[in-house]
């Protein structure tokens, strides 16, 4: 059950917008129905919400485990990041195949907070975690049984990608997206330096990628002790190359209004970009431009 958005939130404080009472995501495969009185907002992958009267704050987010027993090995390893630090009170227990469930107890954005965990598993593909946390001279049974009211509510189905999902597949699925960036300045010595930056994200059809960035930087510097009026360029010259060629498997994916990619390199780390595009249709990763052009690894 780790967590893997970083929670910038206080406790008692989410700015609400009113969500609607059943809450369907069929990207990941999933509904469920907020309990009364429980509203919030919808943050990528995280959905956090409060109460006018309870206090405290509920998290669901997704998981990817296929089985109970891995379920529990990941939720006995706590949840640590900025700000967070919840370790289980006691084993976490498995409910059935499907479900474990269990308590944390630990520090929250400087708080002492107690927690209850359900995790669901979701036999066709995507499963659903549900915290309820709150300081712990303020937790009661009254938290454990709104869980449960929002645990007992999910239906899991099959994934199915939305009109964003397919719009974004549509555009950049078989092709390359390409950034170019030529940075250049000048001192009144006559020295100059520069930075060159191109970066190459080939999506295959089969849902593999190919990255390829090269960055280089060169600098010439003037000579200070020439005559007034005259510099050497030659004084001092250097240039420097940082290549990366890597592979790995993709994902594009939407939530709410926001669709991501999300790219899986073949050393473990993850990086995912929010897609959008302007007017005109030009297309930008977390807010850079990249240009589209057919792949050539690709075909």
């Not at 495969?29 to 009267?53: A, C, K, R, V």
């Not at 250049?184 to 191109?198: E, P």
Request: negative net charge.
């Amino acid at each position: 059950m780790k967590v893997t958005i970083v929670l910038l939130i206080m406790i008692s404080s989410i700015n609400a917008q009113q969500l609607p009472k059943h809450i369907d995501l069929p990207e990941l495969g999933l509904s469920f129905d907020l309990p009364e009185g429980w509203n919030g907002q919808l943050d990528g992958e995280l959905l956090m919400l409060g109460h006018q009267t309870i206090p405290g704050l509920m998290v669901v987010y997704k998981n990817e485990s296929t089985t109970a027993q891995e379920l529990k090995e990941l939720a006995m390893q706590g949840i640590a990041m900025e700000g967070v630090a919840l370790n289980p009170i006691e084993d976490f227990v498995v409910k059935n195949e499907l479900r474990v469930d269990g308590m944390y107890q630990g520090t929250f954005n400087g708080a002492n907070v107690k927690c209850y965990a359900v995790g669901l598993i979701n036999k066709f593909g995507i499963g659903i975690n549900i915290l309820i946390l709150t300081e712990i001279d303020k937790f009661t049974d009254q938290h454990l049984k709104e869980a449960n009211t929002l645990a007992s509510s999910v239906k899991f189905k099959p994934s199915m990608d939305t009109p964003a999902t397919m719009h974004w597949k549509n555009k950049i699925v078989g092709k390359q997206l390409m950034y170019l960036s030529t940075q250049s300045n000048s001192d009144y010595t006559g020295g100059t330096s520069g930075t060159s930056t191109r970066k190459n994200m080939d999506l295959c059809t089969d849902g593999s990628f190919q990255y390829y960035a090269n960055i280089h930087n060169s600098y010439s510097s003037g000579d200070t002790n020439a005559e007034a009026g005259s510099t050497n360029s030659q004084n001092g010259f250097g240039s420097s190359n940082s290549r990366s060629n890597t592979t790995g498997i993709y994902k594009i994916y939407s939530l709410g209004n926001q669709t991501f990619l999300e790219l899986s390199f073949e050393g473990g780390e993850i990086v995912e970009y929010e897609l959008s595009e302007n007017d005109e249709g030009y297309t930008f990763l977390e807010g850079t431009r990249y240009f589209i052009a057919q792949s050539k690894i690709c075909n």
